[in-house]
């Protein structure tokens, strides 16, 4: 599966990044010159996971993004449905495969799963958080209130994903990066090309920043808002868990 207009089959999903895992990574950093460490920091940021928090960080790859998570004393699972981006990840943190568990005041677990069946219960994570992921679900909404089931009541939501640039003048400029230089690009330092050609379409095909925000309110969460990086290149959105009596 290349286009974006196709549907998101899960199996199909997880079988390109899959055939991406090996140099996931680097080419991430190539294709956004760097950047994508930036939006790592600043997710880590809102996220703010203190002492004794549990985090979820769905869509996590090869863990890259949750070591941030575990800065300050919190534990935190990475979860995929890539199971070969679990794989790398987990040789990269110095385990055996992805069922190495968390240990100490911190430290990072690496659980297979799929954003609209998680294998965990209700009420259990302090924050969720997912990072350029929930544009490859099936149903966008289904997996924000599955995340709300998982999360404990107060707890928060922190997206970060693609968006669109409101001066339209970048967004057009964006646009043709997107379109026309990602993909050579990609050819040459990929070891998938087409994934990232898939990533591209699907990127103009996601809502904006508004579009996503109404998504994440029908799913449930409130105080819902975002902040736009990068001139809105990306966006994190942010919503809370209604306690109970709310």
């Known amino acids: 599966m290349t286009r974006a207009s196709?549907?998101?089959?899960?199996r199909e999903i997880a079988a390109m990044f899959d055939r991406t895992a090996r140099r996931y990574d680097l080419v991430n950093d190539v294709l956004s010159l760097?950047?994508?460490r930036l939006w790592r920091k600043a997710t880590a940021a809102v996220v703010d996971a203190g002492p004794g928090e549990l985090v979820l960080d769905l869509a996590a790859g090869t863990g890259t993004s949750t070591d941030a998570f575990t800065v300050?004393?919190?534990?935190?699972?990475?979860?995929d449905f890539s199971l070969g981006m679990l794989r790398a990840g987990a040789?990269?943190?110095?385990?055996?495969?992805?069922?190495?568990?968390?240990?100490?005041?911190?430290?990072?677990?690496?659980?297979?799963?799929?954003?609209l069946k998680l294998p965990f219960g209700d009420d259990v994570f302090d924050a969720v958080t997912i990072s350029f992921g929930l544009?490859?679900?099936?149903?966008?909404?289904?997996?924000l209130r599955e995340m709300l089931r998982v999360t404990r009541p107060g707890g928060r939501l922190v997206v970060c994903e693609f968006s669109r640039p409101p001066i339209k003048s970048f967004d057009l400029v964006y646009s043709q990066y997107l379109m026309k230089?990602?993909?050579?690009?990609?050819?040459?330092?990929s070891s998938n090309p087409?994934?990232?050609v898939y990533l591209a379409e699907s990127i103009r095909a996601w809502p904006?920043?508004?579009?996503?925000?109404?998504?994440?309110?029908?799913?449930?969460?409130?105080?819902?808002g975002w902040r736009n990086l990068s001139f809105g290149i990306v966006a994190l959105h942010r919503g809370v868990k209604p306690t109970a009596g709310e």
Do not use: M
């Not at 230089?181 to 330092?189: E, Q, S, T, Y």
């Not at 508004?210 to 309110?217: D, E, S």
């Open 6 to 10: 196709l549907d998101k089959q899960p």
């Open 34 to 36: 760097g950047q994508d």
């Open 72 to 79: 300050l004393g919190a534990r935190a699972i990475a979860c």
């Open 91 to 115: 040789e990269r943190h110095g385990g055996s495969g992805v069922s190495r568990e968390a240990g100490g005041k911190g430290g990072v677990a690496f659980v297979g799963g799929d954003a």
């Open 135 to 143: 544009r490859n679900v099936q149903d966008t909404e289904a997996a």
């Open 181 to 189: 230089l990602l993909p050579p690009v990609a050819r040459a330092v």
């Open 194 to 196: 087409d994934s990232y």
């Open 208 to 224: 904006d920043q508004a579009g996503l925000a109404a998504i994440v309110r029908r799913a449930g969460w409130e105080g819902v």
